[in-house]
T-cell receptor, first 113, second 113 residues
């Protein structure tokens, strides 16, 4: 069985501040890990993913995430928040032999001017 | 390329009515998925189709049926709608499962009165 826990349903940062969105997962097989972003009234868009290899993954819009197997974590970061980053962010896990994704409950990021 | 398209965008039903949500993709993907999104619960998988001619239940299949009409199209049917099926429904597609990126449609907002 797989599961994803996102700590904090709402995160608020000031423009220019560090963004840190937390994700922990459980998986019985080596995981594939994803971060998706959802802007209001839109579908989900892939930010980045980890499959194998380098544990620090860079994505679009300046986001990156680090896979830490020992901590079963895949936290999302961005050094400097921009107003356009305000959205809902979802962490998801899959694995070899699995077809579909298991999503976390989401974190809504608010960016204050 | 239109990517993943869904119709309708909005729908209001009365309890007991039936309807079919349509989904099509033009990326020649093998796998297609139906998710529902409810506040605070992330996205939950209803059904998926690993390839044309196959369908499998996901986490929350009760009250739904699906048809993989051909490689492009994957429809979701509610035979007798219930208020608990009020949700936003997303269709997605991917080349395969596991590590493949899923591409999402814009969603259908369904209200059951």
């Amino acid at each position: 069985a797989q599961s994803v826990t996102q700590l904090g349903s709402h995160v608020s940062v000031s423009e220019g501040a560090l963004v840190l969105l937390r994700c922990n997962y459980s998986s019985s097989v080596p995981p594939y890990l994803f971060w998706y972003v959802q802007y209001p009234n839109q579908g989900l868009q892939l930010l980045l993913k980890y499959t194998t290899g380098a544990t620090l993954v860079k994505g679009i819009n300046g986001f990156e995430a680090e896979f830490k197997k020992s901590e079963t974590s895949f936290h999302l970061t961005k050094p400097s928040a921009h107003m356009s980053d305000a959205a809902e962010y979802f962490c998801a896990v899959s694995g070899a032999g699995r077809r579909a994704l298991t999503f976390g409950s989401g974190t809504r990021l608010q960016v204050q001017p | 390329n239109a990517g993943v398209t869904q119709t309708p965008k909005f729908q209001v039903l009365k309890t007991g009515q039936s309807m079919t949500l349509q989904c099509a993709q033009d990326m020649n993907h093998n796998s297609m998925y139906w998710y529902r999104q409810d506040p605070g619960m992330g996205l939950r998988l209803i059904y998926y189709s690993a390839s044309e001619g196959t369908t499998d239940k996901g986490e929350v299949p009760n009250g739904y049926n699906v048809s993989r009409l051909n490689k492009r199209e994957f429809s979701l049917r509610l035979e007798s709608a219930a208020p608990s099926q009020t949700s936003v429904y997303f269709c997605a597609s991917s080349e395969a499962g596991g590590s493949s990126e899923q591409f999402f449609g814009p969603g259908t907002r369904l209200t059951v009165l």
